[in-house]
């Protein structure tokens, strides 16, 4: 027996998503120390001190069941939202709500819409669900930020069949963004059974003038689904907490399909405080101001061709085919993120990192370039 024939059509098809490589994995595989890992887009401070000892409380506690619904975790995220606390539906990680989306809103015989390029977890929360993916070509450079999603050709594609759009923005890994006015007129624009999904994990990073909190949008977009995460400039990746601002009809539809304990209480604990954590938030964010004007200023140096980005990321082109480079860094120790699988073979994504964690990349991608 194949058990590959029992699985479901769109399980068959699919590719697991590929996470970047542990320092551990490559300390092992290469027999090298010191390994440092740029390739997840994680904070590189870490946790603020607030969140760890938030979760250290919550850990003694923790033969209980967390809070199902993470009453106090939404309540507080209602507050900084100002919507209802029952618009708030909370996730293990936004991945989570991404994935409760697509089986509330999708199946066979309905389709999404996403750009090329666009964050992985759309086709494989699409495909899982059996639904159809259409995929709309990303700007090429003459009218908007090349390989940045592209608002007319995506809403080319919207039709009667469609459920669901989805945006990243800013996009990973592009990192390119979408501006208030051209989203907005996108957004209300929509047929009424279109859901609008906007991906904002990267939204805390963002200094862009034009760039929006959409979640202020929701009083009069009632078909918008905003997720935000605590994985990225809260420094809290690892203990998996994200969560969409929607209307309470919308949350309470996700909330159907929701695991009962999705968050755990150390995450949810952690999450709270971090909320808090106003300095903590305030230092990553400008750390990542500084490392991105870095990595930059490397690349220009280097005269590599890189794609301005809103994140804490950014992607730089290899001069040969960057599977070759990014063997070649691994040799070195540093970990960035092949692309290959968005679409983009000769290009790399590199996180921000530490100060110093951005240099020694520079200089040995300077070293092992062609
Ligand atoms: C655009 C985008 N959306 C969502 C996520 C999911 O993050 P998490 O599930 O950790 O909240 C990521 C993580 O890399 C991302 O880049």
């Not at 999603?149 to 809403?155: K, Q, T």
């Not at 994200?242 to 999450?271: C, D, H, K, T, W």
Request: charged share 20%; glycine share 8%.
């Amino acid at each position: 027996m194949h058990y590959d024939e029992l699985a479901v059509p769109g399980v068959r098809a699919l590719q697991p998503y590929q996470p970047g490589m542990p320092i551990a994995e490559l300390e092992r595989r290469y027999g090298i120390r010191n390994a440092i890992k740029l390739a997840s887009n994680e904070n590189p401070l870490g946790a603020g001190h607030l969140a760890l000892a938030a979760a250290r409380q919550a850990l003694a506690d923790c033969a209980r069941y967390p809070e199902g619904s993470g009453y106090l975790l939404c309540t507080r995220l209602a507050t900084l939202h100002g919507v209802a606390p029952d618009a708030i539906t909370p996730g293990n990680g936004s991945n989570d709500v991404l994935d409760m989306i697509t089986r509330v809103f999708l199946g066979p015989g309905v389709e999404a819409v996403y750009s090329q390029h666009a964050f992985a977890v759309y086709p494989i929360a699409v495909q899982a669900v059996g639904a159809t993916a259409r995929v709309a070509p990303a700007h090429d450079g003459s009218r908007g930020p090349a390989y940045g999603h592209d608002l007319a050709a995506m809403r080319s594609l919207v039709g009667p069949a469609t459920r669901v759009v989805f945006i990243a923005n800013p996009n990973n890994p592009t990192g390119t963004w979408l501006g208030e006015k051209e989203l907005h007129d996108f957004v209300t624009g929509l047929p009424d059974h279109v859901m609008v999904v906007i991906d904002e994990a990267y939204f805390e990073y963002v200094t862009a003038a034009d760039y929006p909190d959409t979640t202020r949008w929701l009083a009069d977009c009632p078909n918008l689904i905003v997720t935000r995460t605590f994985s990225k400039a809260y420094g809290l990746a690892g203990l998996r907490a994200g969560y969409s601002v929607s209307s309470p009809e919308v949350a309470q539809l996700l909330n159907r399909v929701r695991q009962p304990f999705n968050v755990n209480s150390i995450a949810q604990a952690a999450a709270l405080a971090a909320l808090d954590d106003v300095a903590h938030l305030e230092s990553s964010t400008r750390l990542n101001q500084i490392g991105i004007g870095q990595l930059v200023s490397g690349f220009q140096r280097l005269d590599l061709s890189y794609i301005d980005s809103a994140g804490n990321f950014v992607v730089f082109e290899t001069r040969g085919p960057a599977a070759e480079c990014y063997e070649r860094l691994l040799r070195e120790g540093v970990i960035v993120r092949p692309i290959a699988n968005y679409g983009m073979p000769n290009h790399l994504r590199v996180t921000v990192g530490l100060p110093e964690e951005n240099a020694r990349f520079l200089a040995v991608l300077e070293k092992v370039l062609v």
